[in-house]
């Protein structure tokens, strides 16, 4: 680990105006030697200790004032502040019975201990799942490399790796979390040194490999994540979260699948919000699967057309095929799971 400056921010403004002018050419390079934010430090912390991530300072953004609050409407929708917890999230009793594959997703996530310390903003904010791009021996695609490792070398390892999307880089967003919000349509707000707000919806927050390789999300170099805001459930909204992984205790998602749908009296999926996890680089709106629901009855027949939908545009690698009927399986079963 190399040596950096510390510094306790008091304010948005202040943690901003610390920022270099060089971040910007060096956020994402894996020789970063710039300044970065760090909230809860997890995934930070695991870049600078691997070598990843050199920086001359970090700005610790943890405890400025205002950012740690939840704040829920029933017309206006809930906010959360870019520095709660999972911990707060997960105990949050609005958000369980308004906001469910939310609630859900937060309590699949991670550790008891992790989400003690994780926040929301970082949690979205954090890099991409990949072991190739997670070592300084490989210098892949989205560090700057001649090749993707997972796909192209020999013998490669793509087990759990992309299988939409996945032309270029094949790594997975990390953020289950995320999979969830997406689907129920929320907004991520950004404040940047001159003090502009911008509020971008999460289909917009993430970067696609095909669209920048160096770039998982919009965020700049003097930008901080203020908050998340979720619109009011529409009447008669169900949702379901599920998430598949290789072990019973904490694991990384090999699969996730958020389901947010308005459902009629006579079982009838009005509209329908359908977001996979760890299927591509970033969380990916299926909007295959949403079509083939929608004014459709919640039944096993139309959910199991629904998976097939979803999963026609996979294209899985040597290594992880069984990704195609995993997900199927999961899709099927969380729609099935708001009728």
Not at 101 to 126: D, E, F, K, M
Request: proline share 3%; glycine share 6%; with cysteine.
């Amino acid at each position: 680990m190399n040596k950096f400056s510390w510094y306790e921010a008091k304010s948005i403004e202040d943690a901003l105006q610390q920022v270099n002018s060089t971040v910007s050419e060096e956020l994402y390079q894996h020789t970063n030697k710039a300044t970065v934010f760090k909230s809860g430090g997890i995934d930070v912390f695991d870049w600078v200790k691997e070598g990843l991530l050199q920086p001359q300072k970090i700005i610790n953004i943890r405890n400025i004032p205002g950012l740690d609050k939840i704040n829920f409407d029933s017309k206006k929708g809930l906010r959360i502040g870019s520095n709660v917890t999972l911990a707060e999230l997960a105990s949050n009793a609005e958000i369980k019975e308004n906001y469910l594959a939310l609630h859900q997703a937060v309590n699949h996530a991670a550790t008891p201990q992790l989400r003690n310390i994780s926040t929301l903003g970082g949690n979205i904010a954090q890099r991409n799942r990949c072991w190739y791009f997670r070592s300084t021996d490989h210098d892949c695609f989205r560090k700057g490399g001649d090749r993707c490792f997972a796909r192209h070398s020999e013998n490669g390892e793509n087990e759990n790796h992309a299988i939409i999307d996945n032309g270029s880089c094949v790594s997975v967003h990390a953020s289950s979390i995320s999979t969830a919000l997406m689907a129920f349509n929320a907004n991520v707000v950004i404040i940047n040194s001159e003090g502009e707000k911008k509020t971008v919806s999460m289909d917009d927050f993430f970067v696609t490999a095909s669209k920048d390789l160096a770039m998982e999300n919009i965020l700049q170099a003097k930008e901080i994540i203020t908050e998340i805001s979720i619109p009011a459930p529409a009447k008669n909204t169900k949702s379901a979260y599920i998430k598949q992984v290789a072990r019973e205790s904490y694991d990384w998602s090999l699969g996730d699948v958020a389901v947010v749908a308005e459902v009629s009296g006579n079982n009838t999926c009005r509209s329908a919000s359908i977001v996979l996890g760890a299927a591509a680089p970033v969380p990916y709106r299926s909007k295959e699967a949403q079509q083939a629901m929608e004014d459709k009855t919640i039944n096993s027949e139309n959910a199991t057309a629904a998976s097939k939908a979803a999963m026609k545009i996979a294209r899985p690698l040597t290594k992880n095929g069984y990704k195609v009927p995993l997900f199927e399986a999961t899709i099927k079963q969380a729609i099935l799971e708001i009728s």
